[in-house]
């Protein structure tokens, strides 16, 4: 009985792990679902954006407002719109890489690590190649988003001293 303890406790995943890949698994679903939804609303999304450039309700808005509904921002909807299908299937890629990643680290396999890493970055990549660097630049929503994959990349890479296999 004592050795079935030990090999219990040898094989028991840390909590770090555990906690990381749940919020992975939640964060990759919901990027999925994101990436149809974003696909799914793109053309409407530019409409919108169009009507409310030309409105004369624009001129109301306060300073900050009117940089969200510039002609730069304009043009980046319009990008979105062009590459909505390449956007969404790289992106959801990243997030089934991501999935997979985790599933591999939840049975301490150092690959899932690497394979984590890689879903984490190719919607950078892809963003880059299909709207170029206007994406980077339209605010504090992509910071966001670049500061929790490094965060997430830095916590799982802090863990890799567990993954043996």
């Known amino acids: 009985m004592n050795d079935f303890a030990t090999e219990m406790d040898e094989n028991k995943l840390p909590s770090v792990i555990n906690t990381l890949t749940i919020l992975t698994f939640i964060g990759s679903g919901l990027g999925i679902v994101s990436g149809i939804w974003s696909y799914v609303k793109s053309a409407s999304n530019l409409a919108k954006m169009e009507e409310m450039v030309n409105s004369p309700e624009l001129d109301k808005l306060p300073t900050f407002a009117k940089k969200m509904y510039s002609p730069e921002s304009l043009e980046l909807y319009r990008k979105l719109d062009v590459n909505k299908l390449s956007l969404a299937v790289v992106n959801i890629l990243g997030c089934l890489l991501c999935i997979y990643g985790a599933l591999e680290m939840r049975k301490l396999k150092k690959s899932g690590y690497y394979t ?45 001293k567990y993954m043996t296999k």
């Open 116 to 160: 984590y890493c890689i879903g984490e970055l190719i919607p950078f990549v892809g963003s880059l190649l299909f709207v170029g660097v206007a994406f980077f630049t339209n605010g504090w929503t992509v910071l966001l988003g670049v500061g929790f994959v490094a965060i997430f990349i830095i916590l799982y890479g802090l863990q890799l």
